[in-house]
C-alpha cells in the first residue's frame, strides 16, 4: 500500500492512503537507524510505502520513505546537532510573526526565509496583528518592506481577525500544500481558522506572565480542506537553527546579495572585510538592507540566534 503522513505524534504516524483510509502506523527499526541525524525518519506530507501488520486492525509499519520533492529543516537547538524536518512536498511555507505579544525576531524570520530558499520551497510571511502597533503601525509597514523588497519572500501584513491581507493569504494557499509556522501565541490557529474555518484548530491566549504563547498545536498535522487544499499546521517554533551550509554558500541563498556575488574581486568572498567587495559596496549604498547584513552576518559566524 501507499499513502501520505498527515499527522506525526513521535512515535505514531497517520497514513492516508490512496483509497481514502487512515492508517495508525509506526517505522520499522531498521528504518530508524538510517538517518541518525535527524530526530524524525518520516514527516508529515511523505509519500510513503506501508505494510499491513496483520495482528492488530487498522496498524501498518511504514516500510518505506519515497523520494520527497523538497522539504523544511532545521536545527531544533543551538545544544544539539540533530535536524528536524518539519514538513515535506510542499507548494509552500507560510511564518505566521507578531512583532508584539509575542514579538518574532528577524533573525529568526530571515533564517526561516534563507532555509525555505535553500531547500526550494516558496517563503511567505505574514505579519500578524498589526492592529497592536498603534500609531507606529504605517512605519514599521513600511521598514518591513523595505527591508524585504528584493529578497524573494511574499510579505503580508495585517490581522487573523480582519483586514485585506487574509483575503490575499487565502489566494495563495488555494489548492496547494503550504506549512504554516511561528512561535506559540502569534495567531497560527486564529489565523487558520478565520481562513479555513474547518479546519477548527485549537486556540491559545498569551500568557501574561511571560507574554508568550501557549502551546495549543502538539504535533504537525495536516488538513485537507476544500478544492484540495491542504494545510500542514506545526506546534510552535521556538528556535530555528540552520543546517547544512558551507560559508561561502550562504550569501547564495540571499536573493538580494546573488547580483553582486560575480563582482566581488575574490570568488570566495565571504564580505565581511575583503577588499572590492561588491556585496559590502551595495549595502554602504542603500541597496541591501542592513537588517538583512546583520542576519547574513549572525548565520556566517554561527551565531544563531535562539529565542
Not at 33 to 54: I, M
Not at 225 to 230: I, M, P, R
Not at 245 to 252: D, L, R, V, Y
Amino acid at each position: 500500500m501507499e499513502g501520505t503522513v498527515t499527522k506525526s505524534t513521535g512515535s505514531w504516524y497517520h497514513v492516508l492512503t490512496d483509497d481514502g483510509k487512515v492508517w495508525m502506523a509506526r517505522t520499522r527499526g531498521k528504518m530508524r537507524l538510517t538517518d541518525l541525524d535527524t530526530s524524525n525518519p518520516v514527516a508529515v506530507g511523505d509519500r510513503v510505502e506501508l505494510k499491513e501488520d496483520p495482528n492488530y486492525p487498522d496498524t501498518a509499519s511504514i516500510s518505506q520513505v519515497f523520494h520527497r520533492q523538497n522539504y523544511l529543516i532545521r536545527r531544533a537547538n543551538k545544544l544539539s546537532s540533530r535536524r528536524q524536518i518539519l514538513a515535506s512536498n510542499l507548494d509552500g511555507a507560510a511564518l505566521i510573526a507578531s512583532l508584539t505579544s509575542p514579538r518574532t525576531s528577524l533573525g529568526f524570520i530571515d533564517r526561516f526565509i534563507l532555509t525555505c530558499e535553500a531547500y526550494h520551497v516558496p517563503a511567505l510571511v505574514f505579519f500578524n496583528k498589526m492592529d497592536l502597533l498603534g500609531e507606529r503601525g504605517e512605519a514599521v509597514i513600511n521598514d518591513i518592506k523595505d527591508i524585504y523588497r528584493n529578497a524573494n519572500v511574499t510579505v503580508l501584513l495585517g490581522s487573523a481577525k480582519e483586514g485585506k491581507a487574509l483575503a490575499s493569504f487565502s489566494a495563495l494557499l488555494q489548492g496547494k500544500r503550504w506549512l504554516l509556522a511561528g512561535h506559540s501565541g502569534v495567531g497560527k490557529s486564529t489565523l487558520l481558522n478565520a481562513v479555513f474555518p474547518q479546519a477548527n484548530a485549537k486556540v491559545g491566549k498569551i500568557s501574561e506572565h511571560h507574554n508568550k504563547g501557549q502551546h495549543t498545536t502538539t504535533f504537525a498535522e495536516m488538513f485537507t480542506l476544500e478544492d484540495n487544499t491542504q494545510i500542514i499546521d506545526t506546534p510552535g517554533i521556538r528556535d530555528f537553527g540552520v543546517v547544512d551550509f558551507e560559508p561561502t554558500e550562504i550569501s547564495q541563498y540571499f536573493p538580494e546579495m546573488r547580483p553582486y556575488l560575480s563582482r566581488c574581486k575574490f570568488n570566495d568572498c565571504l564580505h565581511t572585510h575583503e577588499p572590492d567587495c561588491a556585496v559590502i559596496a551595495a549595502i554602504e549604498k542603500g541597496e541591501i538592507a542592513d537588517e538583512r547584513y546583520q542576519s547574513y552576518l549572525g548565520i556566517l559566524n554561527n551565531e544563531d540566534i535562539f529565542e
